[in-house]
C-alpha cells in the first residue's frame, strides 16, 4: 500500500539519518518537506505524553519537539511537529516558510475508526471542527510564546469538553491496537 511505502520510507530515513548522527531535517538553507496523509495518523497513545496532550515528529526530531512543549517559556515548535489533544484534531507544523499566517501549522480534522484515520478537512486558516469551530480563530489567540498551542493559559477561549472527557476520548480511541502495520 502507497501509505505503508511513505512510512518505511520515512523510517528508513530516520534510521539513515541517525545511523550517521545526523538529524534528517536539520539541512541549512533547505525548507522541510512534511508530508501528511491519512496513513500518517494512528493510535493517540503511541504518541508521547505531555502533561494531558500528546506529541510527535514526522521528521526524526522528537526531541526538539519535546523540548519546546516542555520549556516553561514556550518557544517555535520544529518542523515536522504533531500535537494532538483528542484523536479527531491534529496540528502539524510545516517548514518555515509555508503559511506565515498560521506559523507554519496545518489543521486537520479527521474521522477515526478501528479501520484508521480518514482526514475530513486539513489547511490553514479555514479549517472548521465539527461543533463549527474555527481552529485557527481560536487557537491563534494563544500568546505569541506558545506558538499557537493553547493548554488551559495560553490565553485561548476554553474547549467545551472537560478533562475527564478528553482522557475518555484518548482511553477509547478505535485506531488503538488495530493498526499494526504502522510500528514497521
Ligand atoms: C473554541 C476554541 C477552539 C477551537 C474551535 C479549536 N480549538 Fe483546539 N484547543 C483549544 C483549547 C482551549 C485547547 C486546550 C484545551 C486543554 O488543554 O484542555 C485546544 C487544544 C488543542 C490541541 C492540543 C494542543 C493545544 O493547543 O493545547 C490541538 C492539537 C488542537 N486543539 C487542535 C485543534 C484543531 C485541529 C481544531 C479544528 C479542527 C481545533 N483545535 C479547534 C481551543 C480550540
Same mark, same amino acid.
Given at each position: 500500500? !502507497? ?53 510527535? !515528529? ?11 512543549? !516542555? ?31 498560521? @506559523? ?25 471542527? @465539527?461543533?463549527?469551530? !474555527? ?50
Amino acid at each position: 500500500m !502507497n501509505g505503508r511505502t511513505v512510512i518505511a520510507a520515512v523510517a528508513l530515513a530516520t534510521l539513515a539519518g541517525a545511523a550517521q548522527g545526523l538529524r534528517v531535517v536539520a539541512v541549512a538553507d533547505e525548507p522541510v518537506e512534511v508530508e501528511v496523509t491519512a496513513e500518517t495518523f494512528g493510535c493517540i497513545r503511541d504518541m508521547t505524553p505531555v502533561r494531558h496532550f500528546y506529541v510527535d !515528529n514526522l521528521a526524526g526530531d522528537l526531541e526538539a519537539t519535546l523540548a519546546v512543549a !516542555n520549556s516553561p517559556t514556550g518557544g517555535k515548535y520544529p518542523p515536522g511537529s504533531v500535537v494532538q489533544l483528542i484523536p479527531t484534531e491534529v496540528m502539524v507544523k510545516h517548514g518555515e516558510g509555508w503559511n506565515a499566517a498560521t @506559523r507554519d501549522w496545518e489543521f486537520f480534522e479527521l474521522e477515526v475508526s478501528r479501520d484508521g484515520s480518514r482526514i475530513v478537512n486539513r489547511g490553514f486558516a479555514d479549517v472548521v471542527n @465539527r461543533f463549527g469551530g !474555527n481552529c485557527f480563530a481560536c487557537h491563534v489567540r494563544a500568546r505569541p510564546e506558545w506558538d499557537l498551542i493553547c493548554e488551559k493559559d495560553h490565553g485561548c477561549d476554553p474547549v467545551p469538553v472537560s478533562a475527564e472527557q478528553i482522557l475518555e476520548l484518548q482511553r477509547t480511541d478505535p485506531r488503538c491496537g488495530t493498526a499494526p502495520a504502522e510500528q514497521q
